[in-house]
Structures are given as C-alpha cells and as structure tokens.
T-cell receptor
C-alpha cells in the first residue's frame, strides 16, 4: 500500500507570493492533518480535514488555508508569504478523524526569500 | 494549553548502550501518546502508540511507558545501533487527530 505523498518536495518562493501544497493520503484514509515544522517553534498543528470539512484548526493566521477534495486529497495554501513561513510542511493521514494512529508524508520544504 | 517537554535535548551514546528518552506533558487528559522518529530533512515515522488506557507498548528493541497521572512517558531503546541515530519526538493528542509535539531529543549512536 502506498504511503502518504506530498508534492512538491521542495519549493522556493518570494515574499508576497502565494503557494499551494498538495497531500495525497493513504488509500482508504479520509482524514488529513497539516503541520508546520520550524527550528524555532518545532512541530505545530495547522488544521485537519475530514470528509471535505475542516474539523480542527491550530493557531495560525488566516493566510494559511486548506481544503479537501472528495477523493480525500488535500491542499494547503499560504497567501502573502513571509520569510517566517519557511518551514517543512508535513501532512498526516488517518482512517478517520479521531483515529489513534497517524501516518506522515515526507514533507514539502518551503523556502521563502 | 498542553505543553510537551523532552529531556535531554541531545544525547550521544556508544553503540550497544541501553538508553532512556523522557517526555513530560502538562495536561494529563490525553487521548493517546505517540513516539516518532525523524531522520534529517525527512518526515516522521511512527514508532509506538500508547492509548490512554495502556501503560506500555513494545516493538522490538523499543519499549514505551506511559504514566498519565504524573504526565510522563519514557522511550527505552535497548542495545542501541548507529542506525538508531535520529531525532525522537513524542506527541500527545487531547482531541481527535490534533497532535501536540515535544521539542525532540537528537540521538547520536557512535561506533
């Protein structure tokens, strides 16, 4: 069974631009969560989607948004990029919301210059 | 607000040693606790998951314990190997799928 896939793996953007990251969960998994990892703040929860609905949201500004499609694939969008948005963005999937175990993808490394 | 702390922040041990990584959390009302491994620049690999009703879980050379009342968990690695070198993260969930992560312990196992 294929694992969680994230595209692109690496991305370089300029301040003020916007970016869209994609996550394809494990087949049969319907919940997708997004996390941001930075050296200063560590791993922080962004949001979770289940059945195309946002179920949970972390403490991030409205520039960070997401959505989930009917095939459970999820996208995350960051508008008006700031230097501080440079991070590794990880998504995790589970069978359903509240499921005990989550499986993480390899991440997208975003660099904002 | 849940806070998760891991001690030590970094650890270097010679191959073959047994070692213990510590994780503490401030709110004992957790749903479960997971230990992950992260190699440099990579995603997370789940090692062990302990449900709130459990006391410990074992997988191969790894053993994790959970004491909810004291807000503590330990990850025991037996007979460490160079391939165990990585950053180890513990994470707790209070609701649904939201995980709160610790700061991590960077482990180096030397030959």
């Amino acid at each position: 069974k294929a694992g969680v896939t994230q595209t692109p793996r690496y991305l370089i953007k300029t301040r003020g631009q916007q970016v869209t990251l994609s996550c394809s969960p494990i087949s049969g998994h319907r919940s997708v969560s997004w996390y941001q990892q930075t050296p200063g703040q560590g791993l922080q929860f962004l949001f979770e989607y289940f059945s195309e609905t946002q179920r949970n949201k972390g403490n991030f500004p409205g520039r960070f948004s997401g959505r989930q499609f009917s095939n459970s694939r999820s996208e995350m969008n960051v508008s008006t990029l700031e230097l501080g948005d440079s991070a590794l963005y990880l998504c995790a999937s589970s069978v359903r919301t509240g499921e005990l175990e989550q499986y993480f993808g390899p991440g997208t490394r975003l660099t904002v210059t | 607000k849940q806070e998760v702390t891991q001690i030590p922040a970094a650890l270097s041990v010679p191959e073959g040693e047994n070692l213990v990584l510590n994780c503490s959390f401030t709110d004992s009302a957790i749903y479960n606790l997971q230990w992950f491994r992260q190699d440099p620049g990579k995603g997370l690999t789940s090692l062990l998951l302990i449900q709130s009703s459990q006391r410990e879980q074992t997988s191969g050379r790894l053993n994790a314990s959970l004491d909810k009342s004291s807000g503590r968990s330990t990850l025991y690695i037996a007979a460490s190997q160079p391939g165990d070198s990585a950053t180890y993260l513990c994470a707790v969930s209070g609701t649904a799928s939201k995980l709160t992560f610790g700061t991590g312990t960077r482990l180096q196992v030397t030959l």
